[in-house]
T-cell receptor, first 111, second 111 residues
């Protein structure tokens, strides 16, 4: 079975902190994605990557950056956390053009 | 116009009935279509994918695609209370392109 893991299920950070969310997949998938999910707004794509060291902006990249140094690992970075970044963050991976497999999610609270 | 639209619901059906979930998309270049199920507090999981016009059946689930009308649907036969969840429609143009998710339809199956 495909396994996508995320570094934390719950995280509480203070405004202005630099926050790292890590995602690891074990199926050698080319594509990896970071989404945030908020009530009433659905899944919104932050960044995606279709290869090592490659990244593409999604719909809401502002305030975020990403890093993909190895194929299996895709990191989301909040440079200076703000309260409006309180959300559920979901990582996903996929083979090119096929279905996505999601991690369990990280519920981030910024106070 | 939103790229992928779904009725937000909630859609309520009695146990044993057929649940019909609809999705429309705006990009005529879309090639791959997915249905995900998301239970409350959990990550989305793939139910069905469809690439060609027509119907695709898998157990109690049938996906229907009509590219000319830019319409994809999911039918759930013999609905069970365990089918109560939010159903997300997702669409992509190509292997290297981002996946666009709809806002989801909340389904409630009443015993």
């Amino acid at each position: 079975d495909v396994k996508v893991t995320q570094s934390s299920r719950y995280l509480v950070k203070r405004t202005g902190e630099k926050v790292f969310l890590e995602c690891v997949q074990d199926m050698d998938h080319e594509n990896m994605f970071w989404y945030r999910q908020d009530p009433g707004l659905g899944l919104r794509l932050i960044y995606f990557s279709y290869d090592v060291k490659m990244k593409e902006k999604g719909d809401i990249p502002e305030g975020y950056s990403v890093s993909r140094e190895k194929k299996e690992r895709f990191s989301l970075i909040l440079e200076s956390a703000s309260t409006n970044q309180t959300s559920m963050y979901l990582c996903a991976s996929s083979v090119l053009g096929y279905e996505q497999y999601f991690g369990p999610g990280t519920r981030l609270t910024v106070t | 116009q939103k790229e992928v639209e779904q009725n937000s619901g909630p859609l309520s059906v009695p146990e044993g009935a057929i649940a019909s979930l609809n999705c429309t998309y705006s990009d005529r270049g879309s090639q791959s279509f997915f249905w995900y199920r998301q239970y409350s507090g959990k990550s989305p999981e793939l139910i069905m994918f469809i690439y060609s016009n027509g119907d695709k059946e898998d157990g109690r689930f049938t996906a229907q695609l009509n590219k000319a009308s830019q319409y994809v649907s999911l039918l759930i036969r013999d609905s069970q209370p365990s089918d109560s969840a939010t159903y997300l429609c997702a669409v992509t143009r190509a292997s290297y392109d981002k996946v666009i998710f709809g806002p989801g339809t909340s389904l409630s199956v009443i015993p």
